[in-house]
């Protein structure tokens, strides 16, 4: 088993490298989702984070202002990345499924008051889709 972040975040690139045939600038927007995570969820192990987490990550990234765009594209990384976990066996089951893009919503900024009702919403339609 991996006995860090980074190195899973290595174990990643060189699959997508080796196995996918991904460009450099493809891996370099993985990593850097992959990083960003890791940054929000430090100390916890990336294989670690549950669906919840990610909607708390997703929902915290929205309301610091992330374009909508740019969540979703990280989201997409994230799903690609525990995808590949799965297939090395590394987790059970992957935290992305069922897990909403945040297409509806609205850019947000950060000191907006109506951000955290955005969020809210997002979250809870996010809930209401699993069900």
Not at 40 to 58: F, S, V
Not at 110 to 125: E, N
């Amino acid at each position: 088993m991996p006995v860090s972040n980074e190195h899973l975040i290595l174990k990643f690139v060189g699959y997508l490298q080796y196995e996918c045939g991904a460009t450099e600038k493809t891996i370099a927007a993985h990593r850097q989702s992959l990083a960003h995570l890791a940054a929000w969820l430090e100390p916890m192990w990336l294989p670690d984070a549950t669906r919840i987490t990610l909607q708390l990550y997703i929902g915290d990234s929205l309301n610091s202002g992330t374009s909508t765009r740019t969540v979703a594209r990280r989201l997409s990384h994230l799903r690609h990345f525990y995808r590949m976990l799965i297939h090395e066996r590394e987790i059970e089951t992957d935290p992305t499924l069922y897990l909403a893009m945040p297409k509806h919503c609205n850019r947000t900024k950060a000191k907006d008051p109506q951000s955290s009702v955005t969020v809210a919403t997002w979250v809870r339609m996010d809930w209401d889709a699993c069900f």
